[in-house]
């Protein structure tokens, strides 16, 4: 009963999305304003029933319930409860419920927290998200539907979650990433809805940037949950691949940036108006493509989900009509946007130009690479290529250093004009100091001096010394939420340069063969192999090894991996341990056995890796701190005048 | 409203960009997805396999056991939760339709697979053992279940990947064999 | 009008114009030339034994396992396996390292490597698929080429756990 109740509540929600769309639309036409009010009542009610529908196949799943196909593909009666739940969102069916389910919450968001915009703005936005939210519940209905069942004859027990993904990681990783990808709908419907008014102001610029920096806020948590997941859970100690999921999400993230960053100059100094627009229209088009890419079957990635090819023609097809409609808007209308104020090419105005367009070529260099092989195969009908982590650093990097660059400076700098050489007497000190304590402190740990790692390290120091010093000068006055939240992004940024930079440069690893007995030093520290061992999991048995490491004769740390074998998935998976640590982790992960006793061993000793993740997290936490700004409180108090006046 | 003012034309190259790529990405999609033309497969002969018998390891099966009718071959596994799910249709198919169907038993546990059809019931008229998957390989199988429809002379006419549901059936199958019925009866 | 602001904001405009052009272009090109540095191209069996394949140069070469030909050293972590089309055609294949976990006897793997003026692929990299029937579809187009069956799909109704998360695992050898 309870999957026919979800996939009803479904079918109802399609309906009201469809309402949403239309409904509104037809006030603004008509100047209506009973239909544009009715605008947030239907959005409430789009998202009371997408819950409804997660909650049903959260049920099924709890319940063991394996009539529903998708349950009986991705759980197992002797799964952890945890891992129930979480496995709604393990496949494509359920991640993309989940999916519609985040984009109905950020639409009733708009429609509960937008005191500031009239009524004509607010239906004209609702009624684009409304349209998508059509888009995305059709798709489920017709192409995927997580309810299917398989009557009469259904399996006694289901075929299980992959191992990979029966880990806290997969619990969070997901809907940060959706909260992200979809809360740039946000922008974007508002970037729509401004377009069909002709009009484009600073209001507009104001209204977006509380939405884009929290959905970007989103996509940077789940980005950096995924890198730290991928690095215990994968079991070889690596933390980016540049694959084509991973650039999936990536691409849409550096969009958004640049679009935070431009809505501020179009906010404060009316600039790059019709530019940020675009950005706008760009970076939710990012989101979709990822969608596709990875739900299509055109990439071939070890992320990817196996989808039957018609689901991505109708994403394909989505896109199409989404992106290519926004666009011809953009094409039309945005002539009549123009910017008044001028600047110079020393303001920050300048710096946030060279910033969006550093940003939009590392985008594309991104794109091309994780296009090529598909581009490739149909240029020369058929031949397979691979594009490599290589092409991606090699790009990447330097277009990234000289963002840093950028970076150093532009918080500093000013509107319309800044002097430059203020710049440099009054920085001087901590410019010229930032190698020497990079020096120092790898001379200190015992590392040896690699040029490029002093000089991004500088670079990082740079940064941090300049905000520190600036926030020194101001007697540690923050001046805005805002202020505080580009304070903790931009070391946030910082510090995961400098965990990149040691970790690459500095990381020692080994695959070794060892038996009971043997001792590997690496790093200084002496990894030594006590044993390995049989122990029973809940849903697996595993071979455990006992590692002791030792420095200079102290007892670090002791480790456990794991080598576990799944039954009912008939599956082996690689459980690393790790020893983590401020200033270096230490890695362990079981390879396979070889002859007697012995195992093949992956060992890590990985400096300042954990600055990488703590680096993003700070980023986050900035994006998240900007919504706190005095500006956008005035809204918390139209919550209220709403809530009493809410009709039913 | 005060649009349809003079188009700046440079405002279109964003249009203009995604325009290629969705051209670029929709050949992409058609390229890495021919199953959704037809089968290179269609009209050509059932490719010949010497396989062991499921039931009987002593026994090879080849072309020569199929019996000259119209047919199904079914490539399935214990392992493949679809399979289940299509298995009633094809037990229905094979009493009450009374068409045959053979079994390519598919990268499995000959045990695991034996005690299956037990538990399950046995549609099929025999099983071969095909754990190296040189017939799945030949008849270009990607996967568990599907299933082709094999005319008198042993001609591969349609290929479904995927379970066959009652709706498959008649939807797809049904008109296939019985358009080879037909012609053959003339 | 004044004459004076007039060019000045016209010389900003210009300025702009050709900072953008140039930095664009230097981007793209510079973009384009490491990307035809760095493409891996792949060559089946039957290639490399036809002497199609370019030695000692980075390439990936992929096939099925061969049952029975996967040899581990005793004393350290080299492994040595054939990859072969099903048919005639067959490499060796030499790795120093941790076989991913996914990677067995019978099923497709693809490797990225050198290939060694012995005909010995030398492989840096070995990556194996999750999912017992999924090949990957280079490999799949090797065996359908040697049987002489043409493009395979590369789609599968088979539901088998779909994963949003690696399904493959890498391995880096040293």
Not at chain 2, 38 to 43: F, G, Q, R, V, Y
Not at chain 3, 154 to 167: C, F, K, L, N, V
């Given at each position: 009963m309870i999957p026919e109740f979800g996939h009803f509540a479904l079918i109802l929600a399609l309906g009201l999305s469809l309402a949403l769309a239309v409904l509104p639309a037809i006030g603004v036409v008509r100047q209506e304003t009973l239909l544009m009010h009715s605008a947030s009542s239907i959005a409430a009610g789009l998202f009371v029933f997408l819950l409804l529908s997660f909650f049903c196949l959260l049920t099924a799943f709890v319940q063991d319930d394996f009539s529903v196909t998708y349950v009986a593909n991705n759980s197992n009666s002797a799964l952890p409860i945890q891992y129930k739940a979480s496995a709604v969102w393990g496949a494509h069916e359920g991640s993309f419920l989940l999916w519609a389910l985040i984009m109905s919450g950020w639409t009733l968001a708009v429609a509960t927290f937008s005191g500031g915009l009239n009524l004509d703005m607010k239906a004209r936005v609702l009624s684009v998200m409304g349209a998508l939210s059509v888009g995305f519940i059709s798709y489920l209905l017709f192409a995927s539907n997580p309810f299917e069942r398989s009557l009469p004859f259904y399996p006694p027990d289901g075929a299980d979650l992959n191992p990979l993904l029966q880990d806290f990681g997969l619990i969070v990783h997901p809907p940060m990433l959706y909260m992200g990808y979809v809360g740039f709908a946000v922008p974007f419907s508002l970037a729509i809805a401004t377009l069909t008014t002709g009009r484009l102001d600073a209001a507009w610029a104001r209204w977006s940037r509380p939405w884009t920096n929290a959905a970007w806020a989103f996509l940077t948590v789940g980005i950096t949950l995924g890198s730290w997941w991928a690095y215990y859970e994968l079991g070889w100690g690596g933390w980016w691949f540049w694959d084509a999921v991973e650039n999936a999400s990536f691409m849409p993230w550096l969009m958004g940036t640049a679009l935070i960053h431009s809505l501020a100059a179009s906010e404060k100094r009316g600039v790059f108006k019709s530019w940020t627009v675009l950005l706008a229209i760009s970076t939710f088009s990012f989101s979709l493509l990822g969608a596709f890419l990875v739900r299509s079957g055109v990439l071939t990635s070890v992320h990817a989900f196996a989808v039957d090819p018609t689901r991505g023609l109708f994403i394909l097809i989505f896109l199409v009509f989404v992106i290519g409609g926004s666009l011809l808007l953009y094409a039309f209308k945005a002539s009549g946007i123009k910017s008044q104020a001028s600047y110079q090419w020393n303001s920050r105005e300048a710096m946030l130009l060279v910033n969006n367009l550093l940003l939009v070529v590392a985008t594309a260099a991104v794109l091309l690479g994780t296009l090529y092989p598909l581009l490739y195969e149909v240029l020369t009908d058929g031949r397979k290529i691979s594009v490599g982590p290589p092409y991606f650093n090699r790009v990447f990097v330097p277009i990234v250093t000289l963002l840093f660059l950028v970076m150093v400076v532009a918080p500093h700098s000013r509107w319309k004009k800044t002097s430059s050489n203020l710049l440099v007497r009054q920085h001087w000190p901590y410019l010229v100091a930032a190698p020497f304590v990079a020096i120092t402190i790898t001379l200190m740990m015992g590392l040896a001096l690699q040029w490029i790692a002093i000089g991004m390290e500088t670079l990082a120091l740079w940064i941090l010394f300049l905000l520190a010093r600036k926030w020194w000068l101001s007697e540690f006055r923050i001046s805005s939420a805002s202020y505080l939240g580009m304070l903790a992004s931009h070391s946030g940024i910082a510090m995961a340069i400098l965990g990149v930079v040691v970790t690459v440069y500095y990381s020692e690893g080994r695959d070794v063969r060892m038996a009971p007995g043997d001792v590997v030093t690496l790093s200084g520290y002496e990894f030594r192999l006590e044993g390995v061992s049989r122990v029973q999991g809940p849903n697996y048995v595993a071979d455990q090894a006992e590692f002791h490491i030792t420095k200079s004769d102290k007892e670090i740390a002791v480790l456990r991996p794991e080598k576990r074998y799944y039954s009912v998935a008939q599956n082996v998976m690689t459980e690393a341990d790790i020893d983590p640590g401020l200033f270096r982790d230490l890695y362990v992960a079981l390879g396979e056995p070889i002859g007697d006793s012995a195992w093949a061993v992956r060992l890590h000793v990985k400096p300042f890796v954990r600055w990488i993740w703590f680096g993003g997290l700070l980023v986050a936490l900035g994006g998240f701190i900007t919504l706190l700004d005095r500006r956008y409180r005035r809204i918390t108090k139209t919550v209220g005048k709403l809530v009493a006046g809410v009709p039913a | 409203m005060s649009d349809k003012m003079t188009l700046n034309k440079s405002l279109l190259i964003p249009l203009g960009v995604f325009s290629l790529l969705v051209l670029f990405l929709a050949l992409g999609f058609q390229l890495k997805n021919?199953?959704?033309?037809?089968?290179?497969?269609?009209?050509?002969?059932?490719p010949e396999f010497q396989l062991k018998d499921l039931h009987d390891s002593e026994k090879i099966r080849t072309l020569k056991d199929f019996s000259g009718e119209v047919a199904l071959a079914n490539v399935w596994g214990t392992w493949c939760p679809n399979c289940l799910i299509e298995h009633p249709e094809l037990l229905r198919i094979a009493t009450e339709e009374g068409i045959t169907i053979y079994g390519i038993n598919y990268n499995d546990d000959v045990d695991k697979a034996i005690a299956w059809l037990m538990r399950h019931e046995n549609p099929y008229e025999f099983s071969v053992v095909d754990n190296e998957g040189i017939l799945a390989i030949d008849l270009g199988v990607y996967g568990a279940p599907e299933t082709f429809v094999i005319d008198r002379q042993g001609v591969i006419q349609f290929r479904y990947v995927g379970p066959v549901t009652h709706a498959v059936w008649q939807e797809k199958l049904l008109p296939v064999i019985e358009h080879l019925r037909r012609s053959e009866s003339e | 009008m004044k004459f004076g602001k007039m060019k000045s904001h016209r010389r900003n405009r210009l300025l702009l114009v050709l900072f953008l052009v140039a930095t664009v272009g230097g981007a793209t090109t510079f973009t384009l030339l490491a990307l035809n540095e760095n493409i891996n191209l792949f060559y089946s069996p039957a290639q490399i034994n036809a002497g199609e394949a370019p030695i000692n140069r980075r390439i990936r070469a992929g096939g099925m396992v061969r049952e029975g030909s996967v040899k581990r050293s005793t004393s350290d972590l080299g492994v040595s396996f054939i990859i072969s089309d099903l048919k005639n055609a067959q490499v060796t294949v030499e790795f120093e390292g941790i076989l991913p976990d996914l990677f067995r006897e019978g099923q497709g793997v693809i490797t990225l490597g050198e290939l060694n003026s012995d005909g010995v692929f030398i492989a840096e990299e070995v990556l194996a698929k999750h999912d017992e029937n999924y090949m990957p579809p280079e490999v799949a187009d090797v065996i359908a080429d040697a049987h002489g069956e043409g493009q395979y799909s590369?789609?599968?109704?088979?539901?088998?756990?779909?994963?949003?998360?690696?399904?493959m695992k890498k391995v880096e050898g040293i």
């Open positions: - | 021919p199953h959704l033309l037809p089968s290179a497969l269609i009209n050509k002969p059932f | 590369s789609g599968s109704y088979e539901a088998t756990p779909e994963d949003e998360m690696p399904e």
